[in-house]
């Protein structure tokens, strides 16, 4: 069986050993990240994969939370330049979902899942009235899905280098529908 190696001084353990954070270490050497004294005490905390004493936990690690302005102590989500706890990262659109781990956008300050941000904000579609998210064409004062820039009356795609003329609903209509 292989001997254990400190994570504080990278020597083989071969006495006492503390195991804490999914690392060995020799109890002299399980220290605070931020003071550097050894914790001796039953309860430190972590930040970044390391113990940090309750002291300088207190005073130089702790965090607020962007929500609710109290004390994140437990799993944080650091995320847009702010702490938040797990609960109360969540979309700031009507679903409320936790987008702890989820990719979202930011509007204003807040978190958004994909699709709330869509329905909120995204420009919609001048054919079919939908949230662009990818690339979209401009023309007639509106932006399009590619697919849905098309002659109303003939429904045939117009290219992007092709002549149309608009209708008074500002729809497209092609050079051969044209009159």
């Not at 899905?145 to 608009?166: S, T, W």
């Amino acid at each position: 069986m292989e001997a254990a190696t400190c994570f504080g001084c990278k020597e083989e353990i071969k006495d006492k050993m503390l195991e804490a954070l999914d690392k060995s270490w020799h109890p002299e050497h399980f220290a605070c990240k931020e003071c550097k004294k050894r914790i001796a005490e039953n309860k430190f905390h972590e930040s970044e994969g390391l113990p940090v004493c309750s002291k300088c936990f207190e005073a130089k690690v702790q965090a607020i939370c962007a929500a609710c302005r109290k004390l994140v102590t437990e799993k944080v989500v650091k995320a847009m330049g702010k702490t938040w706890h797990l609960e109360h990262f969540i979309c700031g659109g009507p679903c409320k979902q936790q987008l702890s781990g989820k990719t979202f956008f930011e509007r204003n300050g807040k978190p958004y899942c994909t699709a709330d941000y869509e329905r909120l904000y995204a420009p919609k579609c001048g054919g079919c009235k939908k949230p662009i998210a990818e690339k979209a064409l401009s023309a007639l004062e509106s932006k399009w899905h590619k697919e849905c820039f098309k002659c109303k009356l003939c429904k045939e795609p117009i290219g992007v280098d092709a002549k149309f003329r608009a209708d008074k609903e500002k729809q497209p209509i092609c050079e051969k529908c044209g009159v």
